[in-house]
């Protein structure tokens, strides 16, 4: 029998006892290189990556959503591959197993520095200022983040009972139920009834990547006063001269990424997000942009897109399109955008009003060009919503003119390449 090496997280790393297995990127039983992304974990204060310490084959020894004993290995990388299915911890008995297979994460009670035990039955827990009064018989531990969300909608403790951490996903999950109907709601307001439904219907469980999509969203349009601007742009056809004759690039997304990176430095006010009565401007642009082709909607990001070239972008943008199709997107590749670009243009679409992601101050939609029968010119529409907290529709409206003239550059700049092509 050969020797497994233990995936263990690195105490230096972490504070907490305990962390959250959130996601396995490889499957029990696959062989893997040294440094493969193995798995995402969450403790009280932010996500971690975890990485393969060597090469071999990875056996699990938590499921996703379990919490794990930062003492305990989450798997074991051995020479030869693990000869049945995962097998759980042994410090876990199968009270415990049951629970983490219905989604609970029970922990043993111990002492934990932000917390305090109250005179009545229970316990309170205390994160960063924001006591979360408790119905529980042990000590409940929220990370920052959902300390944070569970102060803006009005949630206690109280509403998580049998968790004992509490993280950003247990506060979306509560706040978007699969059977709930996704209306959002402003921060402090009373939450919206559906009405009764009469007609005969069928029940069908959203997916957990679309009641996170609903949630994300929810969370934006309720954190922001949305208001939108939209500017008509005239075309010869500026995506396919475009793919005619692709200078640098035959990408119209691509283009209007890089553009929008260097434009976001002179409108900061679209770099931002709101927070009590504050404007937070973003010391980096880093800029979303969004994927769906049916597998469901991801934002992944271009880091300091500013600061990058047209080339540059063209290339992260296919990179990051392969690894949306082939499902190997990781959690830096879809973290911290600061603004995003929602490009439908391929669709056809005449029109588009995007809605503001969570932690942003605005986002651009693109429409497809149209033409009329035996039409020269045709237009497209550029829609731009943006958090009136932050900026206004003067700014919007100059934003999205300075990026007009910019792509209508390319469109002259691909004719004249073009002409020059027919005389030679």
């Known amino acids: 029998m050969t020797s497994a090496f233990p995936v263990v997280l690195e105490r230096d790393n972490v504070n907490d006892d305990f962390v959250i297995l959130v996601r396995w990127f490889v499957s029990h039983g696959d062989k893997v290189e040294a440094n493969t992304l193995l798995a995402e974990v969450e403790t009280s204060k932010a996500s971690l990556e975890v990485y393969a310490p060597k090469t071999g084959f990875l056996a699990w020894e938590f499921p996703e959503g379990a919490t794990v004993p930062l003492s305990s290995p989450i798997g074991h990388i051995s020479a030869d591959p693990p000869a049945g299915p995962p097998q759980l911890n042994r410090s876990f008995s199968q009270e415990t197993h049951a629970a983490l297979q219905h989604g609970v994460n029970p922990v043993p009670t111990v002492p934990q520095k932000n917390t305090m035990q109250s005179t009545q039955k229970g316990y309170s827990s205390v994160v960063h200022g924001l006591e979360l009064p408790s119905t529980t018989e042990h000590r409940q531990r929220v990370s920052p983040i959902a300390a944070k969300m569970m102060e803006e909608h009005g949630l206690t403790a109280a509403n998580f009972v049998g968790k004992s951490i509490v993280r950003k996903q247990d506060v979306y999950d509560y706040l978007n139920p699969p059977s709930a109907s996704p209306i959002p709601t402003r921060i402090g307001a009373m939450p919206a009834v559906a009405t009764k439904i009469t007609q005969p219907y069928q029940e069908i469980p959203l997916s957990k990547m679309k009641r996170f999509e609903g949630a994300t969203l929810a969370a934006g349009v309720a ?17 396919n001269n475009l793919k005619r004759y692709p200078m640098e690039t035959g990408n119209l997304s691509a283009v209007i990424i890089y553009e929008v990176g260097r434009l976001l430095r002179k409108y900061p006010t679209l770099n931002a997000t709101y927070r009590d009565g504050t404007a937070l401007q973003y010391e980096q642009v880093n800029t979303g942009f969004a994927l769906d082709d049916g597998r469901g909607l991801k934002v992944v990001v271009f880091q300091s897109a500013d600061q990058m070239s047209l080339r540059q972008v063209a290339d992260q943008l296919i990179e990051l ?15 911290n955008a600061t603004f995003t670009i929602s490009d439908l243009s391929g669709l056809g679409v005449s029109s588009l009003h995007p809605l503001i992601s969570e932690n942003q101050g605005g986002i651009l939609g693109i429409s497809g060009e149209q033409f009329a029968p035996e039409s020269v010119y045709g237009f497209y529409t550029m829609t731009l919503t943006f958090d009136h907290q932050l900026s206004d529709g003067r700014t919007a409206s100059r934003f999205l003119n300075d990026l007009k003239k910019r792509l209508q550059t390319y469109e002259s700049a691909s004719a004249e390449e073009a002409e020059s092509s027919q005389k030679a």
């Open 223 to 239: 954190n922001a006063v949305s208001s939108a601007v939209s500017v008509t742009c005239f075309t010869k056809g500026l995506r």
């Open 321 to 335: 399109t392969t690894a949306y199709v082939q499902n190997k997107l990781v959690p830096a590749q879809i973290s």
